[in-house]
């Protein structure tokens, strides 16, 4: 080797130490990534030097190659309509699922996040659930369903066990008419701005009187849709009511807070904003055990059980320490509906869905006990034997010995809470006190009283016998020969005049929907005890 090709191997020699080793000191300085970069690198450019194959076409330098082989490239790689077509079959579509009730978990429910028709108004539920829509078969309480708390339900009255009879039934269809014209464009009843609506839309003609206090809307809208539910119409089926109630039922769920209360707790009263809503939203999952609504139902009962006083019952407030009998018997109505629920379930081999407060049968019987005249069987409303309770401004113009309303709610929690009529003598005082004050619409004498109605009719309906009969006709009268006949649906047809003394507050859709109410007991409850 010559002596100047030695000494260039030798610095070549050398200038590779020392590239390896500014190559090992730069390595192990580098992060972990460079590391591995830098070896692949390595094993890639030892692979292509040891790679003899003859086949292999060498690669254009993409700076040679130039943009028109970039082109070439592209037409090579073209897609033919076949190969489209191919892919057109293989690709994977994803599309939103159809949500049903069952595939709904209720802790995490977002049905406002739904399509309307989703959510509320197409849902399937579950396959035997024991109500289908306005019909008189399967209906709770007929072939499986709720037991009796919901019996021949939907269809005309007519038709249904017990007979309501068309005037009667004619009187609630119209009374529903009214309601649904009313109803607001986001679902609740309006009570003090009711006037404004028409089938959804403004009201341009005759707009009826009769407004109440906005701060009861939760509560009023509950005793509307408890109308629409009482009569068997829900937010399934194939009737003019069912996206009223679609729209009524998620308003309620919109007012509930994370609680379980149903509408703001703004003022004493909103207790019973919550009870009565929670009525309506307990009917309507036993009428559909839609998971969409058992969510909801569960809440409101929980709320219910939290805000029941130790031992006794409720009144205004989170166990507030002091109890009424008003409040506890709009409660006592939703544990009941709740009750049978649970009951009919089991009956069909099914754990009970609902969870209810395991006290409050016995708190109701204690403060009812507590309440009740033993001498006359009056019930009072925050002292024994003390009568109804009346807004201070109007107790001159409704007296209370025109009134048995707190009589008819103890009777009722009485035969609710399982005690037979034929033995119990403070429940035969109480109706006997009833039967000399059947409903009478007399706008002078200060006895209508819609609230005394409602329960009375109840409760005299299940103690039935001569307590009944004379009701029936006194209820008829009262209530069907004074609703209103005039003008249209969106003036004041259907509806009737709220002049009790709970008008003022609850108004014209409180009058109405309670008064249809009434004239649904016929077939809103069976007779627990068999009693004609």
């Known amino acids: 080797m010559a002596r100047h090709e030695r000494h260039t191997y030798v610095d070549a020699f050398q200038n590779q130490g020392d590239f390896n080793e500014q190559l090992y000191l730069a ?6 990534w460079m590391i591995s970069i830098a070896i692949h690198v390595l094993i890639f450019f030892i692979a292509s030097m040891l790679d003899t194959s003859k086949d292999k076409k060498p690669l254009k330098p993409m700076i040679e190659a130039g943009l028109p082989e970039i082109e070439d490239i592209e037409e090579d790689v073209e897609e033919t309509p076949e190969d489209t077509e191919e892919i057109q079959e293989k690709e994977v579509v994803t599309e939103e699922p159809v949500i049903k009730d069952e595939e709904i978990d ?3 429910e977002t049905d406002n996040d739904l399509p309307f028709e989703e959510s509320f108004g197409q849902t399937e539920g579950n396959s035997d659930a024991p109500f289908e829509g306005p019909s008189t078969n399967g209906t709770i309480g007929i072939g499986g369903g709720a ?3 919901f019996r021949g339900r939907g269809g005309s009255a007519d038709k249904t066990p017990g007979g309501g009879g068309k005037k009667r039934n004619d009187a609630v269809m119209d009374a529903l008419r009214w309601l649904k014209a009313h109803q607001s464009p986001s679902g609740q009843w309006e009570t003090a701005g009711f006037d404004k609506w028409c089938e ?4 341009t003609g005759e707009r009826p009187d009769g407004l109440g206090k906005s701060m009861y809307d939760p509560g009023v809208s509950g005793l509307a849709l408890c109308a629409f539910l009482g009569a068997g119409y829900t937010n399934r089926g194939n009737h003019p009511f069912k996206n009223t109630v679609s729209k009524g039922l998620r308003y309620l769920k919109n007012v509930q ?6 509408g703001a707790r703004s003022g004493p009263n909103y207790i019973y904003n919550h009870a009565t809503a929670s009525l309506a939203m307990v009917e309507a999952y036993g009428m559909t055990e839609s998971p969409i609504f058992k969510g909801s139902a569960q809440r409101c009962l929980e709320f219910i059980g939290l805000s029941r006083n130790p031992y006794f019952a409720w009144r205004y407030g989170v166990k507030p320490g002091d109890n009424d009998s008003s409040v506890t018997g709009w409660m006592m109505m939703a544990i009941k509906s709740a009750k049978l629920i649970n009951e009919d379930a089991q009956k069909r081999g099914k754990p009970a869905p609902l969870s209810v407060d395991d006290g409050a049968f016995e708190g109701i019987s204690a403060w009812i006990e507590k309440m009740t005249d033993p001498d006359y069987g009056r019930v009072g409303y925050i002292t024994r034997g003390s009568g109804p309770a009346r807004p201070k401004e109007l ?5 209370g010995e025109k009134s048995e309303s707190m009589t008819a709610v103890g009777v009722l929690a009485r035969i609710f809470m399982g005690e037979d009529p034929r033995k119990g003598e403070l429940m035969r005082k109480g109706a006997d006190l009833m039967e000399k004050l059947p409903p009478t619409w007399n706008p002078s004498d200060g006895s209508i009283d819609m609230y005394y109605w409602y329960y009375g009719a109840l409760a005299m309906y299940q103690m039935g016998g001569k307590w009944w009969k004379a009701w029936k006709t006194g209820l008829e009268k009262a209530v069907v020969e004074t609703q209103r006949k005039d003008t249209d649906y969106c003036a004041f047809k259907g509806s009737w005049d709220p002049i009790g003394p709970w008008g003022p507050d609850g108004g014209r859709v409180y009058s109405t929907a309670l008064l249809a109410m009434c004239l649904q007991v016929w077939y809103r409850y069976d007779r627990v005890f068999g009693l004609k």
Request: hydrophobic share 30%; net charge negative; with cysteine.
């Open 257 to 262: 807070d994370p609680e379980g209360c149903f």
């Open 395 to 399: 107790v001159d113009r409704f007296p």
């Open 27 to 32: 390595l192990k300085q580098s992060p972990w």
């Open 106 to 108: 209720d802790h995490v």
């Open 200 to 203: 959804g839309k403004p009201a």
């Open 147 to 149: 037991g009796g708390a």
